[in-house]
Each structure stands twice: as C-alpha cells, then as structure tokens.
C-alpha cells in the first residue's frame, strides 16, 4: 500500500493504516428515508474507472422489493435510475449517505464518505487497485473484472490521473469495469 510504503520511507515502524471514520451526521429520527439506498453511478472522466453493462432499473427493481426506497446521487448524473438528488455540497452529499442503509456506486468521494460511515456498500473499481484506495473493506462488496493488465490504472508512478486502459480501441476496451445487474444483486445479497 502506498500509505504504508510512505510510513517505512519516513521511518515509522510497524505502521497499519486505518479506515477513516465519519461522525454521524444523522440518527433515524433525522434520516431523510426510513429505509433508503443511494445509488452514485455518474460517468468518470476515464471510462475505464466507472461502471457499464448493468441494467440499473432491475438493480432499482430488486432493492424496492426489498424494502428499500432509491435516490441516485450525484452531479453527473447520465442515466436517470432513481429519484435523482443532485448533491452540490458536499454538506448535503454526507448527509444523504450518512442516512443511508446501503450505498452503490463508483470509486469516488460519496464511496469514500460511504465506507468513513461504513455503510454497506458495494463498489466498482475498474482498473484502479481497491487495496491503494481502502486499508479495510470490512462491509464492503467490490466489483472488479481481472484481466492481464490488472489495477493497470497504478503503472504511472505520481500521477493522479493514472493511465488510460491499456486496451482502448481494442474489443477489451473495458471488460475489467463491464458487469451485469445480476452481480451487483448477488453482492447486495451478501451485505444484507
């Protein structure tokens, strides 16, 4: 991990890093739902880094059959899922997640605040390593596809960009963030 890495470059031993943990915000009087899910779905920049081939109305479907009311977040919201709340503040965006009883969506800031809450939470990593973003996955689902260029996001030392998929324009252009709706119930499954 790069945390540790920089922790035996400074000379601090024995350096286990730790999830980062949010306050709540809300308890189930102030929750905006009762029993509520978020789903955070918006494009990336890099393709390669979000998630496609879900059919996110049967993913919406199947989480109401369950109980739970869904609002999609987000800024950049390209496919309407949802009840959209468009989360400007972050203020706002902690709030909503803070309430939440699960969370499903991209590597970004909201399943980052997700997992500091540790909500349940099923997450999509594409070419980026799970490992570098969380040092604990407790209650936490990923999605990922392996291929032969593995986490190839990380090949570019100092960069927080990373690097394109290796495969652009290639018929293996995005088959480690391709998935289907399928996956994504059988990880809801697994975290309720």
């Not at 024995?14 to 009087?29: A, M």
């Not at 920049?45 to 059919?55: A, D, I």
């Not at 699960?102 to 099923?122: L, Q, R, T």
Request: negative net charge.
């Amino acid at each position: 991990m790069i945390i540790a890495w920089s922790a035996e470059f400074c000379g601090i031993k024995d350096y286990k890093p730790s999830r980062p943990v949010l306050s709540p915000l809300v308890d189930n009087k102030t929750k905006l739902f009762r029993r509520y899910a978020v789903i955070h779905i918006d494009e990336r920049g890099q393709p390669h880094r979000g998630v496609h081939g879900v059919n996110w109305h049967k993913v919406r479907e199947y989480l109401e059959s369950k109980g739970y009311f869904v609002v999609q977040a987000g800024l950049y919201i390209h496919e309407t899922v949802a009840i959209e709340i468009n989360t400007q503040s972050v203020g706002l965006l902690k709030f909503l997640i803070a309430g939440c009883d699960m969370f499903i969506g991209v590597d970004s800031a909201p399943a980052h605040i997700a997992v500091a809450y540790n909500k349940p939470s099923v997450l999509f990593f594409g070419s980026v390593n799970p490992n570098f973003i969380h040092p604990d996955l407790t209650n936490v689902k990923v999605i990922h596809n392996s291929c032969d260029k593995e986490y190839c996001w990380h090949t570019k030392a100092g960069s927080v960009e990373g690097v394109p998929c290796f495969y652009e324009g290639t018929e293996k252009y995005l088959q480690c963030c391709t998935t289907n709706e399928n996956i994504v119930i059988d990880a809801i499954n697994e975290l309720i």
